[in-house]
């Protein structure tokens, strides 16, 4: 099999998605995710019960994955997985799977930052045909757990631009939707009841911080302080306001974002723009963004829903970027709960 067309098996267990994907190169043959309804009665995800629903639907999603593919087993060239970051429960269950495979078939094992598999991810190949980025490009990166600025000047360079200080984008979606009432996942419900409100109904603050840097700790607290006191005064407030309130947030979250997306571009003279991570699938950030390469003249790269919440295509791009660096891993290697998307 040569560099160019290796057929990679790709394993993505970092949270509560389990998710395999075979690539031909670069070419997606299949991406099949099981996800984990449990949590929900918890209003977020357990880890522990996280990692024992791994364990359950690892081997029938890769078994599905490989059928998709038209492939067999004997013709995989080499495993890729999520090293981290994420819950080490999780990474442990597709690590020793991808471990074991590889060590069986006697293939190379490629480890995969998780941040940098959200970024890759619009290098792949599929039916969208959608244009790639060219180096280097930005990426701001969003997800319940990081909000970054990333410069990307190859598939092997990733450097932090600008972080959130405290909590990421996604987490204050979540966080404010639990305030205001709405099951766990809170951010998508948001999402939708936002279509039919007025953004600009209820006016919030936005954070003081470093130039290409986030906030959205105080944004929290301020949505819970704003409906304490409305609710004093009408106990209805929030069924009343409902969409106008997840309007306004949305439109606060998504403008602290693209206000400072937007400066660091300006900075670094960079004018193709991408976004990665699960609130890539925000409808209005998508929205935005195409409006900044429309009104500032930027090229903008959003990937295809399927590609923004946790999926092993993404770790199967990465992988490939990798094996053709001949950039392999140990048999040995363990999982990391915590790496930087520069590591």
Same mark, same amino acid.
């Not at 394993?11 to 997606?28: H, N």
């Not at 099949?32 to 024992?52: C, D, F, W």
């Not at 081997?59 to 080490?88: C, H």
């Not at 690590?95 to 078939?105: D, V």
């Given at each position: 099999?040569?560099?160019?067309?290796?057929?990679?098996?790709? =394993?993505?267990?970092?949270?509560?998605?389990?998710?395999?994907?075979?690539?031909?190169?670069?070419?997606?043959?299949?991406?099949?995710?099981?996800?984990?309804?449990?949590?929900?009665?918890?209003?977020?995800?357990?880890?522990?019960?996280?990692?024992?629903?791994?364990?359950?639907?690892? =081997?029938?999603?890769?078994?599905?994955?490989?059928?998709?593919?038209?492939?067999?087993?004997?013709?995989?060239?080499?495993? @890729?997985?999520?090293?981290?970051?994420?819950?080490?429960?999780?990474?442990?269950?597709?690590?020793?799977?991808?471990?074991?495979?590889?060590?069986?078939?006697?293939?190379?094992?490629?480890?995969?930052?998780?941040?940098?598999?959200?970024?890759?991810?619009?290098? =792949?190949?599929?039916?969208?045909?959608?244009?790639?980025p060219s180096f280097p490009f930005l990426c701001l990166t969003v997800s319940g757990g990081h909000t970054q600025i990333v410069k990307v000047d190859s598939p092997y360079e990733f450097e932090i631009i600008g972080q959130t200080i405290d909590d990421a984008a996604g987490e204050a979606f979540d966080k404010i939707s639990k305030i205001i009432g709405l099951p766990y996942p809170g951010g998508p419900l948001m999402d939708k009841f936002a279509k039919e409100g007025n953004p600009k109904a209820f006016a919030f603050t936005h954070p003081k911080v470093g130039a290409f840097d986030f906030s959205f700790s105080g944004l929290k607290t301020g949505v819970l302080y704003f409906l304490q006191k409305e609710?004093?005064?009408?106990?209805?407030?929030?069924?009343?306001?409902?969409?106008?309130?997840?309007?306004?947030?949305?439109?606060?979250?998504?403008?602290?974002?693209?206000?400072?997306?937007?400066?660091? @571009?300006?900075?670094?003279?960079?004018?193709?723009?991408?976004?990665?991570?699960?609130?890539?699938?925000?409808?209005?950030?998508?929205?935005?963004?195409?409006?900044?390469?429309?009104?500032?003249?930027?090229?903008?790269?959003?990937?295809?829903?399927?590609?923004?919440?946790?999926?092993?295509?993404?770790?199967?791009?990465?992988?490939?970027?990798?094996?053709?660096?001949?950039?392999?891993?140990?048999?040995?290697?363990?999982?990391?709960?915590?790496?930087?998307?520069?590591?």
């Open positions: 099999m040569s560099t160019s067309s290796p057929i990679i098996l790709s =394993i993505e267990s970092s949270c509560d998605d389990t998710s395999a994907a075979v690539l031909k190169g670069r070419q997606l043959l299949s991406n099949i995710t099981a996800n984990q309804s449990v949590h929900k009665a918890y209003g977020g995800v357990v880890p522990e019960l996280a990692s024992r629903a791994h364990q359950q639907n690892i =081997i029938p999603v890769v078994e599905q994955a490989i059928k998709e593919a038209n492939i067999k087993k004997e013709d995989i060239t080499a495993v @890729a997985f999520t090293r981290g970051p994420g819950l080490l429960g999780s990474l442990l269950v597709g690590a020793s799977f991808a471990k074991s495979f590889a060590m069986a078939r006697k293939i190379p094992l490629i480890e995969v930052n998780h941040m940098q598999g959200h970024i890759l991810a619009h290098f =792949i190949e599929d039916q969208n045909n959608l244009p790639k609710i004093k005064k009408n106990p209805d407030f929030v069924k009343d306001n409902l969409a106008d309130i997840c309007a306004s947030v949305q439109h606060t979250i998504v403008s602290i974002l693209l206000k400072t997306y937007k400066k660091a @571009a300006k900075n670094t003279g960079i004018k193709q723009l991408a976004i990665a991570g699960g609130v890539s699938a925000n409808s209005e950030l998508r929205k935005r963004l195409k409006e900044m390469e429309t009104n500032y003249g930027y090229e903008t790269y959003i990937p295809p829903m399927s590609y923004c919440t946790d999926n092993a295509a993404m770790i199967g791009i990465a992988g490939f970027f990798k094996f053709k660096n001949k950039d392999f891993a140990p048999y040995t290697i363990s999982p990391m709960a915590r790496m930087s998307v520069a590591n």
